[in-house]
Every structure is written in C-alpha cells, then in structure tokens.
C-alpha cells in the first residue's frame, strides 16, 4: 500500500472527526508549545545579558575562591580572607594590569540618610578609588570618587541613591552603623552606575579599603597583612586580558599567599567577563531544560490522548478494517493506515505547538524587552517528538487494528 | 454430489474438499461438516438453508477470508491452507469480490474510491483508477454518482457500488451473502438482474441466500443442513 494512499484515506478518517481530532492534539500542542516557549524565553534572556554585556564589555576580571558543595551540584563562592597585601602587589606588578582593587565587605546593619534608615538591604564594600570613573568598571553618574585614604568619603551606587525617598545627591551625609555598634558618618562623594549587563546589582556604599579595611591575617612568611576575601583586576585593554588571566592564574598556583591560605578543597579562579558570560549561560541553559522538562511532562499526557483515541477508533472501525481485509489488506497495510493516522495528529500537534510556542514566546519576549531567539534544534526537537509521540500512541492501537479478525468483524451488525 | 474437476473454460475452478470448520464455544460446533464443492468456471451457484446451517462459514472459507480446520480449499490449483496470511490477502484482493447482505462500504470514502479500494492494496498503479471506477459504477448504472458518500445513497444503490467494488480486480469468484436481504422485493430484483449481466459475461458466482425466488436465478442450488451439503439442486433450464 503506497504511503500516499494511507495518508490520504487516514486524512479523511481524522477529518471524518473534526472535534476529537483537533481535541486530540491540544495536549500535544500545549506540551510542545511550553517547551517551545520556555526555549525563547531562556535563549532570549541569554542573548539579553550576553548583548549587554559585550555592550559594555570591560576588560575585567574577578578573582574568587570556589568550592563545589558537597551534596549536589553547580559552585559555590567562598567568603574566605586569603588574598593578601602581598598578592595584590605582585598581581599589579604584572604586564598589562591597569589596577588591582581587593574588596571585602564590612559588616553594616544599617544605612541613615537624613530621617530614612534602611537595614539589610544595603551592602558597605571597601575598595579602591580607581574602580570609579568614566574609564573604569564602574561609570560615575554624578560625583567623584573618593580619595584613597579618606575616612569620610563614600561612592553609592546608583541603587543605594534611590534606595531613599528622598535621593542621596552629592554631598549628602550617610551614617552607617557596624554590627559592632559604632556609626560612622560618611560623605557621598559620588554616585556610581554599577549596574552589570542590564542587571542591577546589590545597593552597595563603597569606603576606601586604606581607612576601612582592618581583616588582618599571618602570611606564609609569618608577617601580618590584610587579607581579601576577592579581588577585581582590570587589564589595561581588552587585548591585555587573556594574558593577563594566564598570567594570573599561573601566579595562583605557584607563589602566591592566597595558595597556601586557602582550604585544600578550594579553588582559585579568574573569571573574566566571558567567562562570567558562559556561566550565566550555562545556569539559564540549565534552568531552561529543567522547566522544559516539566512541560514536556505533558507531552506524555498528550501522547496518552492520541493513544486512547486511537483505541477508541479502532474499536469503532472494526467492520471498516474486517471490510479492508475482504478485500485485499494485509496486516501490514492496516498497522500503516492505523500508524499513519496518529504520527498525522502527532505532526499536527507539533506543527501547530511550535507555531503557538513562537507566538507566545515572541509575545512574551517583545514585552520584556528581550531580543527574539528561534531555538532551532529545539524546533527541530519538538517536531520530532511530535511524530515520535504519533508513532509510539500509535503502534498499540494499530496492531490491535491488525489483529482484527475480518470474520467477526463482519459478523457484527 | 458433484465433486472432481469439472471442465474450464478460461479462468481456474474454485474447489473445496471435504471441508470442515469447528468452532469452540464451550461445546465444539461443526458450522460445516465434511463439506465437498466445486464451482466451474462462469458457474452460478446459490447456496440455501436454514439460518446457522454454515452458509456464510462456507462462503467465508472459498474467499480466503478462513481456512479449514480439516479438508483442502483450493483456488487456481493453490490450496489455501498453505498461503501465509499475507498471501491469502493477495488472492483477496486480487482474485475474489465481496458482496455483503449490509453493502459495506467505507462511511468516509466516496462511490468511486470505495470501487477502487481493492485496487489501493494490491495495485501501486494510481494512474487511470478513477476511470477504472467510472466504467464499473457506469455498468452498475451508477456512472453519475462517483463522488457521492455511502450515506448520500439509497439501499439499492450502496450495494450496486458494493458490487463494482467486487469487480474491481477482475475477480475470478464473485461471492455474495445475502446481497438482497437487505433490500425490498423490487429493489432487489435490480440487484439479481446486475447478477445475471455477470454471469452472461462469463463470471463465476457463489451466491448465498435463504430465498427460493433468488435461488433460482442461478444454475444449480446448494442445499445445506446443519453444517452439511444435503442436496446439489440442478434447475431446469440451465446448463
Ligand atoms: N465466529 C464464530 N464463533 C462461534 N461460532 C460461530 C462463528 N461463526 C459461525 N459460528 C457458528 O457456526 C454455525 C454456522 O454459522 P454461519 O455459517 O454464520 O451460518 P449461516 O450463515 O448459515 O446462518 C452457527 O451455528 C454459528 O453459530
Ligand atoms: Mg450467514
């Protein structure tokens, strides 16, 4: 039996139930479309920080302890004082380094502008002046930075000056209070976009690391230095970074304090933006399938669908297939009818779920802002599982049609 | 009884040997019983008896449709019961026409392709096929109702296109069960006089039913009882 003849007489028994049919492949349209939109939604949401990100890209690098956690998966950051004076000095020291800023964070609990308190929201980092400025990591929307060993001037970001009804500007006072009780009353010097890929950060007030920075800790070499727990390395251009990266972590595994400092079970990394870039991917990446995952959940669901109604209809065809065998079908050629029928409402299904899965997404992402991204391989994907969901809720009700004894089948009035 | 090999003349005789077909039913029945037939070439043969007396059993077993539990079917030489079930398919499609008492016709395929469905499964040639079904409904008297639905037709009508779907493949055996039970007096009349055309242009015709008046539009009447063949009726007239 020619395929185009099943196709043809298989249309006509699925247009034949226009209600069932299109019934049928609504769980197969939903499953595959919330794949379809979830998959713009992850690559659009990529593609958003990625642009942005390479918008403005810095030759920036972080350099941060890791650990991966001992039950499950991913990284995990650790807060862990090892980079000392003497590390920062040898990594500025470097070819190609345009600035070293080590930053700890202090140990705020609260932030006074004027009558207005805010508690817990608002970080207080200690670093230095050079990360400020309209050539560096951080642009300044208004302001200065401060000077390197002033003890009452800050830089807040741009968050931490909308933070309060009434807006820090420069030359505002800001007591912040420590969780050891004292309060220090700093000057808003400046106010710093340091926003990252479109991305607000945390509401943070910077302190010049000289005045504020007091975490000491005993080098190898038996002297007492102050010890950050991460430091930001800005190359002097873009081209600078990769060696400078090399040069780096090279420096990390071979002299520097932080090596010997550190748990054995931590790792030092440099992480540049691209980096940072590739890991945001990979988390969304992750995320993405996870939750395509779910909703492919009910493509199962919608698979169940076709099967059930495909037993229903051979039931109800019985006489037609015992009629197909009088004259002349063989098993076979019933199992390609019956197969047939439910790969077409499968491909139905995919085809009208890709199409309301892009619609959506497009919908979804043009009101977000994002860019639109087609996730072709997982077009690709959901059509072949649309047919591979026709096939697979297919092949019990189309042997059971095969199996169908023409004499009884005739028999039945 | 007239078994043995009768004389051809074109086309190979159907012959059945000392047939028998039980059924279980929790007590075995004997539908036929030790039943011996043969249908010469452009024969027309009716087959009576009382309702259970095996008739469409026996029908069923000289169109490949069932295999004996004991005895030989033969078609064209063949015995059925060594053909795979893919094979006896093909002598199906391609050497045996239907005609049932309830027309049987797909609900969802027009008069034309109902006709030419025998043609789908063991034919790939698609060219000329609806010409094939405009000659065969035409000689049915239907040439103007190619494209109607089953349900767009009357009784009479869907069992004339049941009966150009049986000529589709130039079938050797023509076998009707009951065509007429379906149908009124006059209606059925038209039915049998589409029978007698057929077998004027030299077909071979098993015809089942329980009807004197109907049986005796054919050559010779089968008579069966209770699973067995009591009486092979010559009629006056005939050859
Ligand atoms: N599929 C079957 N299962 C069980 N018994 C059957 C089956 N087909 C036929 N029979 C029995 O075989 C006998 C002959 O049936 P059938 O050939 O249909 O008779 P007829 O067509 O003469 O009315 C009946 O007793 C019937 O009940
Ligand atoms: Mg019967």
């Not at chain 1, 005993?218 to 081209?239: K, N, Q």
């Not at chain 1, 520097?256 to 990446?285: F, M, N, S, W, Y």
């Not at chain 2, 010469?40 to 069923?60: C, D, I, Q």
């Not at chain 2, 077909?203 to 009807?211: F, N, S």
Request: charged share 25%; net charge negative.
């Amino acid at each position: 039996m020619k395929l185009r003849e099943s196709v043809r007489i298989g249309w006509r028994a699925i247009t034949g139930h226009k209600l069932r049919s299109t019934l049928t492949t609504v769980g197969v349209i939903i499953g595959i479309a919330s794949v379809i939109v979830f998959m713009v939604l992850g690559g659009a949401f990529t593609e958003n920080v990625v642009g942005d990100l390479d918008d403005e890209s810095e030759p920036v690098m972080q350099v941060v302890t890791q650990t991966e956690p001992e039950t499950g998966t991913g990284i995990m950051f650790v807060e862990a004082p090892i980079y000392t004076e003497s590390d920062v000095e040898a990594i500025e020291g470097m070819d190609g380094v345009d600035y070293v800023a080590p930053s700890g964070s202090l140990p705020a609990v609260q932030l006074s502008h004027g009558e207005e308190s805010q508690t817990g929201t608002v970080g207080v980092e200690a670093t230095i002046p050079e990360r400020f400025g309209n050539e560096s990591m951080y642009p300044l929307e208004d302001g200065e930075t401060f000077s390197p060993s002033a003890d009452d001037e800050a830089v807040v970001s741009g968050q931490v000056a909308r933070l309060f009804e009434d807006n820090v500007s420069v030359g505002d006072e800001l007591s912040i209070t420590f969780e050891d009780g004292e309060t220090e009353t700093v000057t808003a010097v400046g106010i710093a976009n340091t926003t990252v890929g479109g991305q607000p950060s945390q509401p943070t007030v910077y302190l010049p690391v000289d005045s504020h920075y007091e975490l000491t800790i005993e080098t190898p070499d038996g002297e007492t230095e102050r010890a950050y727990p991460s430091l930001e390395v800005r190359a002097e251009s873009m081209d600078d970074v990769d060696p400078t990266k090399e040069a780096i972590t090279e420096y990390f595994e071979t002299d520097a304090d932080a090596r010997e400092l550190k748990d054995d079970e931590h790792t030092i990394a440099v992480q540049t933006v691209d980096d940072a870039v590739d890991q945001v991917a990979g988390i969304v990446d992750q995320l993405t399938v996870f939750i395509g995952g779910i909703a492919a959940i009910s493509l199962v669901v919608g698979s169940i669908g076709i099967a059930n109604i495909m037993i229903v209809s051979v039931t109800e065809r019985t006489r037609e297939i015992g009629v197909m065998k009088a004259v002349g079908a063989r098993k076979r050629d019933i199992v390609q009818l019956f197969l047939l029928e439910s790969v077409i409402l499968g491909a139905i299904g995919a085809v009208v779920g890709v199409a309301a899965g892009i619609g959506l997404g497009y919908l979804a992402v043009s009101m977000l802002g994002w860019p639109m991204v087609y996730p072709l391989q997982w077009i690709a994907i959901a059509a072949a599982v649309g047919v591979g969901v026709g096939v697979l809720s297919g092949l019990y009700p189309a042997w059971r049609a095969a199996s169908v004894d023409p004499i009884e089948a005739l028999r039945r009035e | 009884m007239s078994t043995g090999e009768p004389a051809s003349e074109g086309g190979s005789p159907v012959v059945a040997r000392d047939v028998r077909r039980t059924y279980y039913m929790g007590e075995s029945v004997d539908a036929l019983d030790g039943v011996s037939l043969s249908l010469p070439a452009g024969s027309y043969t009716a087959v009576m008896g009382p309702s259970g007396s095996g008739k469409s059993t026996l029908m069923n077993l000289l169109g490949c449709l069932d295999t004996p539990d004991e005895g030989t079917v033969e078609i064209g030489g063949r015995s059925v019961g060594d053909l795979s079930g893919g094979e006896r398919a093909r002598l199906r499609g391609t050497e045996i026409g239907f005609v049932f008492q309830t027309f049987n016709l797909m609900p969802r395929l027009t008069a034309a392709e109902n006709v030419t469905l025998p043609l789908v499964f063991h034919d790939g040639v698609e060219a000329g096929r609806h010409e094939r079904a405009e000659t065969l409904l035409s000689r049915v008297g239907l040439g103007d109702r190619l494209d109607h639905a089953p349900n767009e037709l009357s009784g009479g009508q869907r069992q004339r296109v049941a009966i150009a779907r049986a000529l589709a493949n130039e079938p050797t055996l023509l076998l009707a069960d009951e065509p007429t039970g379906n149908l009124d007096t006059e209606t059925g009349n038209e039915i049998l006089a589409v029978f007698d055309e057929l077998q004027a242009a030299g077909r071979t015709i098993l015809m089942v039913t329980h009807e004197r008046r109907v049986a005796e539009r054919a050559d010779r009447i089968v008579h069966l009882i209770d699973g067995e063949l009591a009486e092979i009726e010559q009629l006056e007239g005939k050859r």
